[in-house]
């Protein structure tokens, strides 16, 4: 079992930034790839980022390639999500999640624990 507990989330101003958390408690930390997802009223679940376990490989969506950053310290069992010059666009529900998987899937299929999310609302 594995636990998640997302933080950092709020409301911002176009161009504005922000850092997500997630927290993970259970299981060995360094023992997984994590994710993080977000969601949309009225859209589904899709992906962000993701990161593998020693925090060496990274995979970006194509929509936040370059202002966005995952990292994670193994040391602290915490993963984090910089979001540089945020858009309206990004407005969604936030997620982490956990994969046992040795490479790093996108698809939200693929990650075996989630959190409970936190909301970003970016105001134009």
């Known amino acids: 079992q594995v636990q998640l507990v997302e933080s950092g989330g709020g409301l911002v101003q176009a161009g504005d930034s922000l850092r997500l958390s997630c927290a993970a408690s259970?299981?060995?930390?360094?023992?997984?790839?994590m994710g993080w997802f977000r969601q949309a009223p009225g859209k589904e679940r899709e992906f962000v980022a993701a990161?593998?376990?020693?925090?060496?490989?990274?995979d970006y969506a194509d929509s936040v390639k370059g202002r966005f950053t995952i990292s994670r310290d193994n040391a602290k069992n915490t993963a984090y999500l910089q979001m540089n010059r945020l858009k309206p666009v990004d407005t969604a529900v936030y997620y982490c999640?956990?994969?046992?998987?040795?490479?790093?899937?996108?698809?939200?299929?693929?990650?075996?624990?989630w959190g409970q999310g936190t909301q970003v609302t970016v105001s134009s």
């Open positions: 999640a956990v994969t046992f998987r040795i490479r790093v899937p996108r698809d939200p299929y693929e990650y075996d624990y």
């Open positions: 259970g299981r060995t930390f360094s023992s997984y790839a």
């Open positions: 990161i593998g376990w020693s925090g060496s490989s990274a």
